[in-house]
Structure formats: structure tokens, C-alpha cells
């Protein structure tokens, strides 16, 4: 297949990869290449099959059966404790939320000056209109152009100078020292593989079904079954690899600048742009401050969407990007409601910090036995027919599982 005909495959994976960079991540990308320099590059390398497997089990569920994740979790699992995961999953994502649009409103301040609190309320009024009002078939393809505001931190390589050597070296020989870097690494891994990317990606693939003549589940229309999995196979296995390929730029570039300069103490992604400006130019700043606004413009409408599906799903209401609101009122009161809830945060005298290290404790805890449900269901013949999960696909999602596991482990023992 032509290289012009592939890229015109790329939909939910891409988007997905994508939203997994947002100012969150950055911020945690950033304070791993600050502090460690590039020690940390492998956990990259480790965690890109493991994105994949869990990408694609989820991709396949929404495309074989129809339904959202959330549905299906129900059929494998007791009820009350899926609508205990997804409530759990509210909470994260609206403290994640929360942060991103504050770290979107800090780093317009960077660039235009004037009030934090006003551009934060101004991204999220903008985010909230075109989920409500911009159907699912022309918003997609807005979000599939916000990917490439993320090269943004692959050009700033470009503008500082990297020793290629020691990267090539951080990417490929796992190296641990001390606690910090312990907390560092699960930090790196609960923002990596999260529980709202997993719900997102099978929603978009239910989504997807009606934007194409003639396309159904495939448990009900199996002779679309090896295009359709080509199609999902390439479309996450490149959205992850943008993904990665981003958080390795980026924690590159600060341990090229920040870590060299001894400038470890990162909060945030607008504390690492500001530290950026005497280290690299006030152009490589500018350059990672536009990435900051651009990535939570993408990731902001999937932490919303995501809970939204979720309690959807379970609840039996309709849930639809390609809906509208009058349609579909349980879904877009769930996404405003995060909204809400996500700008009283940034009003509130919560630590941010503190809030999103607790958001990512909670993902922890939902991450585990949500991904084990996915297993159980990606590999269950009565629910995916012939499409049950390949060997190598369960073996990479079951270690996936024990790797989550430990981090979770992790995440509740070490001090915060």
C-alpha cells in the first residue's frame, strides 16, 4: 500500500498517541530529562509494545463488537466495580484536565502576558464549544491537525546541541539512581500508559463505524476483518510511535539544556518553558511554550471524552462526539461538568503538583484491573468471536498488567 493511502489510515490511534503528550505528560517528561538527564530515555523503549498491546486490544473491542470499552467491561466483570473504576476515572481526569488547562493558561502568559486565570477559562470555553457544536466527522480532523503542533519539541533538537552518543546510550541500557529516579520512572509510566487513553481509543473506533458506507462490527460483517485490523494494527502502532518519539524529544532536549545547565527543579510544563529561555534562546522557549497550548487543545476534549463515554456506556445513554446535545444530554453533561470541576481546580488553593501526583495514583489503581478486563475481554471467543486477541498480543498485555502492576505498587509506597 502506497505511503499517501496509509496515512489516510491514520485516525483514533494517532489521535490517542497524540493526547497521551499532553502538558501533563510534558511536565513529567520534562522533570525526567531535567533531573536525570538522558538516564531515563529507556523506560521510552520499554513502554512503546506495551502502549501498542494495550492500544490495540482496545481499538479491536470497539471495532469487533460495537460498543464502548465500558460496555464491555461490564460483561466481565461485577458491575459495581466497573462503576467504581469509572468514577475513579472521573476524578483523575478531571484533576488532569484541571492542570492542563492551568499549564495552558501559564504559558500564554509566557508568550502574550496578562491574566493566567482568564486565558485558562478562555481554552476551556473554546474546548467545551467545539465538543458541543462541531460534529464528530469535522472535530476529528481538527484534533488529527493539532498532532503536528508535537514536532514542535522534535525541532527544538534542532536548536540545542545533543550529545547523540549518550542519548543513543540512555535509550537502549536501563539505568536507576536512587529514589528519585524510582518515583520518576512510575511517573513516566502511569502518564504513559493511562486508563483514560484505553477508553478513548475503543469509543473513537464505535465512532468511526458510521462515518464509512457499509461499515459494521465485525462481529456482525467478519469478511471486513483482516483490512480493518491492518488498518488498526498501523494507525496505533504509528500513533504510539508519534507519541514516543515526542516524550523522547522532549526529555532530550531539556537534559541538552536544563540538566546541562544544572537547572533541576521542573513543576511543571510552563516552569520548564520559562527555564528554557537563558539555558537555549528565547526561541526554543517560545517553540516549547506553543507545544504546551497546542497538546492540551488536543488533550483536553480526550480526558473530557473519555469519562463521558464511560458513563454512557455503562449507563445505557447515548453517547456521541457526532451527536448533539440535545441528543445526546447525559454525554455532553458529563464532558461540561469535567470542564467545571476542571477550572474550579485551577481556582482552588490546591497544590497542583499535589494534585496531579494524586491523579496519577488513582489512575494507577484503575489501570490494573481495567487492563486485566480488557484482557479477559480481547481474548474472550463469546464476545470477539474469531477476532480474539493473538498470542503475541496477549502476551504483551498481560506483562503489560504485571508492569502496571508494580508501578502501582510503587506509586502507593514511595513518599510524595
Not at 324 to 353: H, Q, T
Amino acid at each position: 500500500m502506497r505511503l499517501a493511502d496509509r496515512l489516510k489510515q491514520l485516525g483514533p490511534g494517532l489521535v490517542t498517541g497524540a493526547a497521551d503528550d499532553d502538558p501533563s505528560g510534558i511536565a513529567t517528561y520534562s522533570q525526567a530529562g531535567a533531573q536525570f538527564g538522558v538516564g531515563l530515555m529507556w523506560t521510552m523503549t520499554l513502554c512503546y509494545p506495551l502502549m501498542v498491546a494495550v492500544q490495540l486490544a482496545s481499538a479491536r473491542v470497539g471495532r469487533v463488537t460495537g460498543h464502548g470499552l465500558g460496555r464491555s467491561l461490564d460483561r466481565v466483570m461485577p458491575r459495581w466495580l466497573v462503576i467504581g473504576l469509572i468514577s475513579l476515572l472521573f476524578v483523575a481526569n478531571t484533576i488532569n484536565v484541571g492542570a492542563d488547562l492551568a499549564s495552558m493558561g501559564d504559558a500564554t502568559v509566557l508568550v502574550m502576558g496578562g491574566s493566567a486565570h482568564a486565558f485558562t477559562v478562555f481554552f476551556a470555553a473554546l474546548s467545551l464549544l467545539l465538543q458541543l457544536f462541531v460534529p464528530y466527522h469535522r472535530y476529528v480532523n481538527v484534533l488529527k491537525w493539532l498532532t503536528l503542533v508535537l514536532f514542535a519539541y522534535v525541532a527544538l533538537l534542532f536548536m540545542v546541541r545533543v550529545d547523540w552518543t549518550r542519548a543513543l546510550h540512555g535509550l537502549v541500557v536501563p539505568t536507576v539512581a536512587g529514589a528519585g529516579a524510582v518515583t520518576t520512572i512510575v511517573a513516566i509510566f502511569g502518564t504513559t500508559i493511562s486508563p483514560y487513553l484505553f477508553f478513548w481509543q475503543a469509543a473513537q473506533e464505535v465512532e468511526d463505524l458510521d462515518q464509512v458506507t457499509g461499515r459494521k462490527p465485525l462481529m456482525e460483517e467478519n469478511s471486513q476483518g483482516p483490512e480493518e485490523l491492518d488498518r488498526i494494527w498501523w494507525d496505533t502502532a504509528a500513533g504510539m510511535a508519534v507519541s514516543n518519539i515526542v516524550a523522547l524529544a522532549i526529555i532530550l532536549g531539556t537534559a541538552a539544556t536544563l540538566h546541562a545547565a544544572g537547572t533541576t527543579d521542573i513543576q511543571s510544563a510552563a516552569d520548564a518553558a520559562q527555564a528554557l529561555k537563558p539555558v537555549a534562546g528565547d526561541f526554543a522557549s517560545l517553540i516549547f511554550t506553543l507545544g504546551i497550548i497546542g497538546t492540551g487543545l488536543l488533550a483536553v476534549p480526550v480526558l473530557a471524552g473519555s469519562s463521558a463515554y464511560a458513563v454512557c456506556e455503562i449507563g445505557g445513554w447515548t453517547a456521541s462526539l457526532e451527536s448533539s446535545p440535545i441528543r445526546a444530554r447525559a454525554f455532553y453533561a458529563v464532558i461540561s461538568l469535567r470542564m467545571i470541576l476542571g477550572l474550579a481546580i485551577d481556582w482552588s488553593p490546591i497544590s497542583p503538583i499535589k494534585a496531579l501526583f494524586w491523579s496519577a495514583v488513582i489512575n494507577g489503581v484503575v489501570a490494573v484491573p481495567a487492563l486485566v478486563g480488557l484482557m479477559v475481554v480481547v481474548s474472550k471467543p463469546s464476545i470477539m468471536g474469531e477476532f480474539v486477541a493473538s498470542p503475541s498480543l496477549k502476551f504483551f498485555g498481560w506483562l503489560t498488567v504485571a508492569v502496571m502492576g508494580a508501578a502501582a505498587i510503587a506509586m502507593v509506597a514511595l513518599p510524595s
